[in-house]
């Protein structure tokens, strides 16, 4: 007899549901939970079947002689093969290196740690620092005092004996080196085998005016006030910039966070990663990219242009802010030409001028121009868009929704025409065109209320926290 | 009653370990403590539980053996 279990079922609906948001939101990045989180189907999947068993016994049914069948086992087997080489994909740079095996072999020796011998050399005023491949921390400050590179810091070494680490670490001495015009910052990680892992965490001192490049493997960079440029290359790096004055490149395969507060220079990002932060740049800002988490944008004073797979941005000027997260997009204050393309995301913009060009597949839209309306043009293919404008302003609208409501709030000179055919508002006092279209959702035109045109910032923004040193508003 | 729970704790031995295994391998994604530490605990906990079925399964082979000699005629 076979008894009725309720996994079975269960995985055919968990399954159908991941293929439907896949379908419904497809900037979830369901690649990544599924490599994160699997281990929980294997937690759920036995917290059910005890469940049921107990059920089974206090009903006095019968109960299988084994809890997970031969078949079953498996099964999880399967999932966890699938799983892990998910989660490793995602999280180290190569499979093909092993590194998973290889960390379950690390991982289960001891941390050894040392101080590292500080190494000081003299170093010209406009200094190229270069950190060479490494693995840990790396903290970088520049001060105007210094005339010499200053470095300093501990070592981790994991091994199974003390002797080892002994040796590792002796093999592992912290060097300068003067090549040409640059000084080379070494840690000699590469001269261990690669079945010892070892960490170091830095404390560099530069002379203010250097420039750096790091290479790392696996570690944080963070560097505060240099006037040179910036250039970081890592397979999984947190990287945090304060006044920089020239320009930052950032190349990441992997990172938690990319913040830099107060760039001179241009600043340009690529790779993948999650969280953005990026606040006071006078240069232009281009970003090439998959980020996935948080991206919070501020006061940028020249084109800020955004690319990756889901949404591409671009603005002339940023004086407001810009916040991404998953599935939304607000923005306030921004001086246009505005751009934005988008899969699928709820779009809030307010405060801008120039000109609004936004192509959407999927997403409700709201967008509420200042006090002048710019030139706007929107299409949506399913999606609700709402438009506040100031009483009195000059446009001439046309919107229009082929499936779906219309409500005009503002009145005249505004008019609503329903057809079989869907609906349109048309009507205006001569002035920028507006155009507004979507094909499925509710259209609605209302006038802006007194507080929403006290720009720049609208209620829902986190304001940011230190006020930048010069204006640049312009 | 003894049959009963032996055959229970032998049912729930396979959801216990799958649930200690994807607990174990969150622990690792989640940076709590490391698959390539806490493994051996599944060996435990599996000694453990083949324990509990014997401690329970004792004494219910024993009366259909009968005294060896005694009654036999």
């Known amino acids: 007899m076979k008894r009725g279990s309720v996994i079975g079922p269960l995985i055919l609906i968990g399954i159908g549901a991941l293929f439907l948001m896949r379908n419904v939101w497809p900037e979830i990045p369901l690649v990544d939970i599924i490599a994160k989180y699997w281990p929980f189907v294997l937690i759920a999947w036995g917290g059910l079947r005890l469940i049921e068993i107990l059920m089974w016994a206090i009903l006095s049914k019968p109960i299988p002689r084994n809890g997970i069948s031969g078949g079953e086992w498996i099964m999880v087997f399967l999932i966890c093969i699938v799983g892990g080489t998910m989660y490793t994909a995602r999280h180290y740079a190569s499979w093909a290196t092993g590194r998973a095996w290889h960390d379950v072999v690390i991982g289960m020796g001891d941390n050894y740690d040392y101080t590292l011998n500080p190494v000081e050399k003299p170093c010209a005023k406009n200094c190229r620092i270069l950190i060479e491949n490494f693995r840990g921390n790396a903290k970088i400050t520049g001060s105007k005092e210094a005339t010499t590179v200053n470095a300093s810091g501990r070592e981790s070494v994991r091994s199974f004996q003390q002797e080892d680490a002994d040796k590792t670490n002796k093999e592992t001495p912290l060097e300068l080196i003067q090549q040409g015009d640059q000084m080379i910052v070494r840690t000699n990680q590469d001269r261990v085998s690669d079945r010892t892992r070892v960490t170091a965490e830095l404390e560099i001192t530069v002379p203010i005016g250097s420039s750096i490049e790091g290479h790392g493997r696996m570690g944080d960079f963070d560097i505060q006030t240099v006037n040179g440029s910036v250039d970081i290359n890592s397979d999984n790096a947190g990287v945090r910039l304060e006044s920089i004055g020239g320009d930052v490149r950032v190349d990441l395969r992997k990172s938690d966070i990319i913040r830099a507060v107060g760039v001179k220079g241009s600043v340009d990002l690529k790779g993948r990663g999650q969280d953005v932060e990026l606040q006071n740049i006078d240069g232009q800002v281009t970003v090439a990219g998959t980020y996935t988490g948080q991206v919070q944008l501020s006061n940028l004073a020249k084109p800020l242009r955004w690319e990756d797979t889901q949404i591409s941005v671009n603005v002339e000027k940023l004086p407001g802010q810009i916040h991404m997260g998953l599935g939304e997009f607000t923005a306030s204050n921004l001086i246009g030409p505005v751009r934005v393309n988008a899969r699928s995301r709820d779009i809030q913009i307010s405060d801008f001028t120039q000109a609004l060009d936004l192509t959407l597949e999927r997403g409700n839209i709201e967008l509420r121009p200042g006090k002048t309306v710019p030139k706007i043009e929107v299409h949506t293919r399913s999606g609700d868009v709402e438009l506040a404008l100031a009483e009195g302003s000059r446009f001439d609208l046309k919107a229009s929704t082929d499936r779906g409501e219309v409500h005009n709030d503002f009145g005249d000179p505004l008019r609503v025409d329903e057809s079989s055919h869907g609906a349109t508002i048309v009507g205006g006092s001569g002035g920028p065109e507006l155009r507004l279209e979507t094909g499925r959702g509710a259209l609605t035109v209302r006038k802006a209320s007194a507080d929403e045109l006290s720009f720049p910032n609208p209620p829902s923004q986190p304001s940011s926290p230190d006020a930048p040193k010069a204006p640049i508003r312009q | ?73």
Do not use: C, H
Not at chain 2, 1 to 20: C, H, K, T
């Open chain 2, 1 to 73: 009653m003894n049959a009963d729970s032996y055959s229970l704790i032998q049912a729930v031995r396979g959801p216990i370990m799958l649930i200690a295994l994807g607990t174990l391998v969150a622990m690792d994604y989640f940076g709590v403590r490391g698959f390539g530490q806490t493994w051996p605990i599944l060996i435990i906990l599996f000694g453990v539980l083949k324990l509990i079925e014997k401690a329970v399964a004792r004494p219910t082979p024993l009366p259909p053996m009968g005294p060896p000699g005694g009654n036999a005629i």
